[in-house]
């Protein structure tokens, strides 16, 4: 079974830039979460996605935007990017909404100069 | 303050057993979960255990959780320089809709 995809796997953008992240959950699962883990740091929740509905929103700013579709893929958008949001972004997929395993994809490596 | 703290680091020799250690503040927390990172890739999940448990085994892994003291550890038998890695700790609140908190990780060396 594929688990949870990513993609790009790496993405080089310019301050001011916008940047869309894509997210495929594993098959089943309904809810999509992402985090942003900048280096040395462990990840920050940013996102949660249930049924096509945001459950949950992290402390970030409103540059940051989320979605998911009717066949549970999601995106994460950030506008007017700084190079402060050059980081890791991960997206999580489980069950349900809370208290379930949350499994990792591999991450989008986001730079941004 | 941190609502999840790990130490930062840790090294072993290959063959002893490992123990990783996390502190936790909240005593809402209803699962707490234990993620490995490798360099450059995602976080697989390890283990987790529920805040109704006091242990859970897992072949080479061991999580022993105290909920008075708040401390969760993940102990790794036999550990193995494939075994080297970021590992961490995480836990998830009552009501607060599945997301995760994270420490911000413990470095495990493993030297042969």
């Known amino acids: 079974d594929a688990g949870v995809t990513q993609s790009p796997t790496h993405l080089i953008k310019t301050r001011g830039q916008q940047v869309t992240l894509r997210c495929s959950p594993i098959s089943g699962h309904k809810s999509v979460s992402w985090y942003q883990q900048v280096l040395g740091q462990g990840p920050q929740f940013i996102f949660q996605?249930?049924?096509?509905?945001?459950?949950g929103r992290g402390n970030f700013p409103d540059r940051f935007s989320a979605r998911q579709f009717p066949n549970y893929s999601s995106e994460l958008n950030v506008n007017a990017l700084l190079l402060g949001d050059s980081a890791l972004y991960l997206c999580?997929?489980?069950?349900?909404?809370?208290?379930?395993?949350?499994?990792f994809g591999q991450g989008t490596r986001l730079t941004v100069v | 303050g941190e609502d999840v703290e790990q130490s930062l680091f840790l090294s072993v020799r290959e063959g002893d057993s490992s123990v990783i250690n996390c502190t936790y503040t909240d005593s809402s927390s209803t699962y707490l979960y234990w993620y490995k990172q490798e360099p450059g890739a995602g976080l697989q999940l390890l283990t987790y255990i529920f805040s109704n448990m006091d242990m859970k085994q897992d072949q080479r892994l061991t999580v022993l959780l105290n909920k008075k003291d708040k401390h969760l550890s993940l102990r790794i038998a036999d550990t193995q320089t494939g075994d080297s890695a970021i590992y961490f700790c995480?836990?998830?609140?009552?009501?607060?809709?599945?997301?995760?908190?994270f420490g911000k990780g413990t470095k495990l060396s493993v030297k042969p």
């Open positions: 996605y249930y049924e096509k509905e945001e459950r």
């Open positions: 999580a997929s489980s069950l349900g909404s809370v208290r379930t395993e949350a499994f």
């Open positions: 995480a836990e998830s609140k009552e009501g607060s809709q599945g997301n995760l908190i």
